[in-house]
């Protein structure tokens, strides 16, 4: 005679709660970072992080009234650290071979030819992404901006406006580069 299985214990009802949002939440926020300028790699790795840290705190967390937002806020915070990292090795491997830096330019501005969407957002200012990538990508709410970013709800909307004006001007001159005349910062 067999003997039955242990049953397994039901998960706590937040538990379950965390692993319905990762399931729902975590190709947004990948989705969010690339459009960022991270590539896929990154990108999944640093939405990890942001998983795992909300998770460490999940029981304060999942109070919150809109936990992806706290979690998208984690990863673009980790999405600065990451630039500002890379900013500094780039900085010191141009030092290192400042000829492979002009190589690279010059190879840059041949693929930058082929119109998308991404590059054109890469070309906007980090703030203008963010707006853009939190409001379109992730469906967050002006308010919700303002406080993930800590900003004022009318910064949000000067922002977004900015960079819809820059986006539509970049995608419909059919270049990839910034405008004459345009401020772009």
């Excluded at 890379?86 to 010059?106: E, I, M, T, Y």
């Excluded at 853009?132 to 949000?156: C, F, K, N, P």
């Amino acid at each position: 005679m067999t003997e039955p299985a242990p049953e397994q214990p039901a998960p706590h009802a937040s538990e379950a709660g965390f692993d319905q949002l990762f399931q729902t939440g975590f190709t947004r926020v990948v989705r969010s970072l690339l459009l960022l300028g991270a590539d896929r790699s990154t990108a999944e790795d640093l939405a990890q992080e942001a998983f795992c840290t909300a998770y460490q705190r999940w029981d304060e967390i999942c109070s919150y009234g809109s936990p992806i937002a706290w979690i998208a806020k984690t990863a673009l915070n980790k999405w600065r650290q990451h630039c500002r990292i890379s900013a500094r090795r780039h900085g010191l491997l141009a030092q290192a071979d400042p000829l492979q830096l002009v190589k690279q330019n010059r190879d840059l501005a041949e693929v930058d030819k082929r119109l998308d969407v991404q590059r054109c957002l890469l070309q906007l200012p980090l703030r203008q992404r963010e707006v853009i990538v939190l409001h379109y990508i992730l469906d967050q709410s002006v308010s919700s901006i303002a406080r993930t970013l800590g900003v004022a709800e009318g910064t949000v909307k000067s922002q977004l406006y900015d960079a819809r004006q820059s986006l539509a001007d970049l995608m419909t001159d059919g270049s990839t580069g910034p405008q004459p005349g345009r401020r772009i910062e």
